[in-house]
């Protein structure tokens, strides 16, 4: 999907039931024609930060192990 793009979820008349939770939070429940818009947030963030340079000396310094 571009960056630019903008995404639309629309509830299809005569949907039962259908209902919106982000990020884990408490849901909202949607109607048959209701519109969720995603767009591009201004913001940024970092999602993956990269491994140690070494794994095993990270464990050692965590773990407390060789103390």
Do not use: M
């Amino acid at each position: 999907v571009p960056a630019d793009a903008e995404i639309v979820v629309t509830v299809a008349p005569g949907a039962d039931a259908a209902q919106l939770t982000v990020d884990g939070q408490q849901g909202c429940d949607l109607i048959p024609g209701d519109r969720i818009v995603c767009t591009r947030s201004p913001h940024t963030l970092t999602l993956v930060s990269a491994a140690p340079a070494n794994f095993y000396q990270s464990l050692r310094q965590k773990l407390g192990w060789g103390r």
